[in-house]
């Protein structure tokens, strides 16, 4: 075992521990830490704001684009955003030890199904520093131990983020190390907290496609996939054409570097020589750059529009732009849409555009993604939208959690059973 293993291995053991105490703590217990958190942000702003400018001025040397040093950057206004987050965390029920279901069975045994957490949670993501906060919180308000490995790019953030959260819980009645940064900057400690099955519960990436499958590829810990969104909006012949407009461009254009904003629309060709042209123009107006179809690519200059449409490639429909393109089909059938979704979609999220019940009905039923939306933009798929408060992530698996990740996801259960004496 290498050095950096041995450390990753120990803060874990030290992570299993404090989840050990911090399970059974109360609501008003972990909801006080919280708060202590969120002070200390604030009245530590100066500290945090030194350390990330090390991180932005290094970020800047190295040529990284200005979206980056912007993700990366933290202003004393962004860092009291993050506590405001986190003090809306402290405002979210507290899923732990309720109930799922049970009852009195004929045997006169009491069985009862409650949520318990997690336990260690891994978390590896990129870029921005708030994530550290957020994760953290959130794992706590869950009842879970967070370990946190943050890209290289925003460590020096990231380390004075967790020191200041850490000196912050203590006298809380929250264990300190239920928040400890993975030690090391290489890769290798990225892969030691991958193998560390048994120590780490689950593993949840934050990050692009690349670090999402290198961590399901090599991970020997469970992993819950999170992030990766190619997300499809589908017009039918029996759409609103004006919803079908606002939608579509809303769903590209609104904010088009999160993984639940559109990246292919695939038009009924029942309607395509009316619609076209009239999203072509909207999406012109919002700078989209459109990668079209043969069909598409043929409105375009017969309506002689001001649309910037250049022809797809079979790559396009397999590509997350996290960019202002998006991929426009025609379909000769709402099933020849469920097709095309079938065969490119990250099951993220997908629309309909629909007057129809029945198609509506039809597509719902047919489509395997983690969030179905009808009439409605794809942006939509998001905890807070969803009523749930804060998320860790979008999961795109079927295995214990799907879709946006709150506070209940990040529970697994345990059944109780209680007897008085009771033999078999």
Same mark, same amino acid.
């Given at each position: 075992m290498s050095d950096i293993e041995r450390e990753v291995h120990a803060v874990a053991e030290r992570a299993g521990d404090a989840a050990v105490d911090l399970a059974p703590l109360s609501r008003a217990v972990k909801d006080a830490a919280l708060l202590a958190v969120a002070d200390a942000l604030v009245k530590r702003s100066d500290e945090i704001t030194a350390a990330n400018a090390e991180d932005v001025e290094r970020a800047r040397s190295e040529g990284t684009t200005p979206a980056f040093v912007d993700r990366?950057?933290?202003?004393?206004?962004?860092?009291e955003a993050v506590a405001d987050a986190v003090r809306q965390i402290v405002e979210l029920p507290d899923p732990v030890g309720e109930s799922v279901r049970g009852g009195v069975l004929p045997n006169g045994l009491d069985l009862r199904q409650i949520r318990v957490p997690l336990g260690v949670i891994g978390i590896i993501y990129e870029g921005r520093p708030n994530v550290t906060v957020d994760a953290a919180a959130l794992c706590l308000k869950s009842g879970n131990a967070a370990l946190l490995r943050g890209s290289s790019s925003a460590y020096s953030s990231n380390a004075a983020l967790v020191s200041i959260m850490r000196e912050a819980l203590e006298g809380t009645g929250v264990p300190v190390d239920a928040v400890?940064?993975?030690?090391?900057?290489?890769?290798?400690?990225?892969?030691?907290?991958?193998?560390?099955?048994?120590?780490? *519960?689950?593993?949840? =990436? $934050?990050?692009?496609n690349s670090l999402?499958? #290198?961590? !399901?590829?090599?991970?020997?810990?469970?992993?819950?996939?999170?992030?990766?969104?190619?997300?499809?909006?589908?017009?039918?012949?029996?759409?609103?054409?004006?919803?079908?407009?606002?939608?579509?461009?809303?769903?590209?254009?609104?904010?088009c570097s999160v993984c639940n904003a559109a990246e292919t629309l695939l038009v009924h060709?029942?309607?395509? *020589?009316?619609?076209? =042209? $009239?999203?072509?123009?909207?999406?012109?107006? #919002?700078? !989209?750059?459109?990668?079209?179809d043969a069909r598409v690519l043929a409105v375009s200059r017969a309506a002689g529009g001001s649309a910037t449409v250049v022809e797809a490639t079979e790559e396009d429909w397999a590509t997350e732009y996290l960019s202002m393109d998006l991929a426009v089909r025609?379909?000769?059938?709402i099933d020849d849409a469920l097709a095309h979704i079938r065969r490119y979609s990250t099951r993220h999220t997908e629309a309909i555009v629909t007057d129809s019940l029945s198609a509506s009905r039809y597509f719902v039923s047919r489509v395997d993604s983690a969030a179905v939306m009808v009439n409605a933009s794809t942006r939509f798929t998001d905890g807070g939208e969803f009523g749930f408060g804060a998320e860790i992530g979008i999961s795109t698996q079927k295995l214990h959690a799907r879709g946006p990740m709150g506070l209940t996801e990040m529970t697994s259960t345990k059944y109780v059973v209680t007897g008085d004496g009771h033999l078999k």
């Open positions: 990366l950057t933290l202003t004393p206004q962004r860092i400890q940064m993975v030690p090391g900057r290489t890769r290798e400690s990225s892969t030691a907290l991958m193998r560390a099955r048994g120590l780490v *519960d689950v593993l949840i =990436p $934050r990050g692009g999402i499958q #290198a961590v !399901v590829r090599d991970s020997t810990v469970p992993v819950i996939e999170t992030g990766e969104g190619l997300c499809h909006v589908y017009v039918d012949e029996d759409a609103d054409l004006d919803k079908a407009v606002a939608i579509a461009t809303n769903a590209k254009a609104q904010r060709e029942a309607v395509a *020589d009316t619609f076209l =042209p $009239r999203v072509l123009d909207s999406l012109a107006e #919002a700078g !989209v750059t459109v990668h079209g025609v379909v000769p059938t």
